[in-house]
């Protein structure tokens, strides 16, 4: 089973930029999806990006499209999300995790959760 450890997390100010990143311990299978959520305490887990870790498709949330940008790099076996133009309500506990159904938003049809780094948007 693969495990994934994210890190880069940090404070920003508004309209500034971060990247996160993910690393598996093991090789994704050609057929996995990996994708990033994110929470805020006393909501529920939010679906933000993922990509097809064999053929490099990704989808977005529609709050981050055109400002996020998922990608892998598979001779390190990790996952980035670079975040352009952040905003406050960014500001959340960012989490990689694994599906095999591409095009899933659901944070149930997903596993092998991270650990979570906290991303913090300042205005």
């Known amino acids: 089973q693969v495990q994934l450890v994210e890190s880069g997390g940090g404070l920003v100010q508004a309209g500034g930029s971060l990247r996160v990143s993910c690393a598996a311990s093991g090789r994704p299978y050609s057929r996995h999806v990996m994708g990033w959520f994110r929470q805020v305490p006393g909501k529920e887990r939010e679906f933000v990006a993922a990509i097809s870790w064999s053929g490099g498709m990704t989808y977005y949330a529609d709050s981050v499209k055109g400002r996020f940008t998922i990608s892998r790099d598979i001779a390190v076996n990790t996952v980035y999300l670079q975040m352009n133009s952040l905003r406050p309500e960014d500001t959340a506990l960012y989490y990689c995790?694994?599906?095999?159904?591409?095009?899933?938003?659901?944070?149930?049809?997903?596993?092998?959760w991270g650990q979570g780094t906290q991303v913090t948007v300042s205005s």
């Open positions: 995790a694994t599906t095999i159904t591409y095009g899933s938003r659901s944070p149930g049809a997903f596993g092998s």
